[in-house]
């Protein structure tokens, strides 16, 4: 009856201990989100003649926060020749916009710019680069989608 009191009083005691420390029966002491360095930014390519940057500077649980920096183009950046369908965003307003968006562990995202009118919503998303894999992003504004890379650190 002494050893079962002792074991009992053992359980008691350890059982709380084991909950609350990290590990296979405790909570993670480590974030899905904790892969996604801050700040990211990256250069985008909207067309031939225009450029710009995306941003990501908060991140608050799996919601993103950044900014969206579309260049100006020049007269001959625009002149520099012809686009096929499919493979550039018609020019877009210079200025910097703020973006939200929500963050898919370990590496997916998306992220909407408000644009004034007549662009309205522009949706940026992919894959954040990792260790030495590259990621990828798509932008879609107008109607049209371009793509490109985004290169991994190092």
Do not use: H
Not at 75 to 95: D, F, Y
Not at 117 to 144: E, H
């Amino acid at each position: 009856m002494k050893n079962w009191s002792l074991l009992l009083t053992l359980l008691v005691i350890l059982f709380p201990a084991s909950v609350l420390l990290p590990g296979c029966s405790g909570g993670s002491t480590t974030s899905a989100v904790s892969a996604l360095v801050l700040p990211l930014s990256f250069p985008i390519t909207l067309s031939p003649s225009q450029t710009g940057t995306l941003n990501i500077t908060e991140v608050a649980g799996t919601t993103l926060r950044g900014t969206l920096v579309v260049n100006s183009s020049t007269a001959a950046q625009r002149a520099g020749g012809a686009v096929r369908s499919g493979q550039a965003i018609p020019e877009l307003p210079a200025g910097t916009y703020p973006v939200t968006g929500t963050y898919n562990a370990p590496r997916g995202f998306t992220l909407t710019a408000v644009l004034p009118p007549p662009v309205g919503d522009v949706v940026v998303s992919g894959n954040i680069p990792l260790g030495t894999s590259a990621g990828d992003y798509s932008i879609t504004a107008l109607g049209q989608t371009v793509s490109g890379t985004i290169p991994a650190a190092g």
